[in-house]
């Protein structure tokens, strides 16, 4: 078994890595059993929440809007993560959206992992619901859901209470095994994007959720080709 490990959580503005954003980070650090640090910051999506968001989270315009940007926290949490398998409640989840932003900034980011969720559903199936709020509930683990770091602790515990459980049963569901999103390096906007969104957002009076300066070429295109469905060219 791997007792040293990180475990990982992430907020994100929706469920699809290809477009939506990281907006709160929280992680684990767990060496041979033992929990030795803790990482977490909000992020900066460079986009408005939707009200949604906010209320499942808790999370504020204010304070991501006030957060550095994904950019100037990657590099720190890939430091933080170094060479240890992460560990995860649906775990790719929460790779895919760090892969994503390490190919933006040509970094290499291949892991192995272990996922709770995986597990429960191996030595669990009796159970109505394998989320990490029921299984919290379950095994009495207290527990402050959607908060990323609140997350990522809930995770070790119910990982410790899993190992105490079933490994000596079948130790194979508790092997780290590779993890696997493929995702290509987006394009930063063009200045002709940017002059065009600009031209049409003054044309057509609007105002957007999104910060024009941080979109990527494929996102400035699908802005514009949105601004130009309802208001024509």
């Known amino acids: 078994m791997d007792d040293s490990y990180v475990c990982i959580d992430l907020e994100t503005t929706g469920l ?5 954003k990281i907006i709160e980070i929280g992680a684990v650090k767990v060496i041979e059993g033992n929990v030795v640090d803790t990482f977490s910051t909000y992020v900066n999506p460079g986009r408005k929440l939707e009200e949604r968001i906010t209320e499942l989270t808790g999370i504020s315009q204010e304070q991501v809007d006030d957060a550095p940007d994904i950019t100037q926290m990657l590099p720190k949490l ?4 170094g060479d240890l398998p992460l560990l995860g409640h649906r775990v790719l ?3 895919s959206f760090v892969k994503k932003a390490a190919v933006n900034q040509k970094r290499i980011f291949e892991k192995q992992g272990m996922d709770t969720l995986r597990i429960a559903r191996c030595f669990l199936p009796e159970l109505e619901k394998r989320s990490l709020e029921y299984l919290c509930k379950h095994y009495e683990i207290p527990h402050h859901a959607h908060r990323a770091l609140a997350d990522a602790e809930a995770t070790v515990a119910l990982y410790q209470k899993l ?4 490994y000596e049963k ?3 569901p508790f092997e780290p ?3 696997n999103y493929s995702v290509k390096k987006e394009t930063p906007i063009t200045k002709a994007q940017k002059e065009r969104l600009y031209r049409l957002i003054v044309q057509h009076n609007l105002t957007v959720d999104y910060d024009v300066e941080k979109l ?3 996102e400035a295109s699908r802005y514009t080709d949105k601004i130009y469905e309802k208001y024509g060219r």
């Open 16 to 20: 699809n890595p290809k477009m939506d």
């Open 78 to 81: 890939l430091d933080f993560l």
């Open 93 to 95: 989840f929460d790779y």
């Open 163 to 166: 190992v105490s459980e079933f």
């Open 170 to 172: 079948d130790s194979k």
């Open 177 to 179: 095994v590779a993890l």
């Open 216 to 218: 990527s070429r494929n």
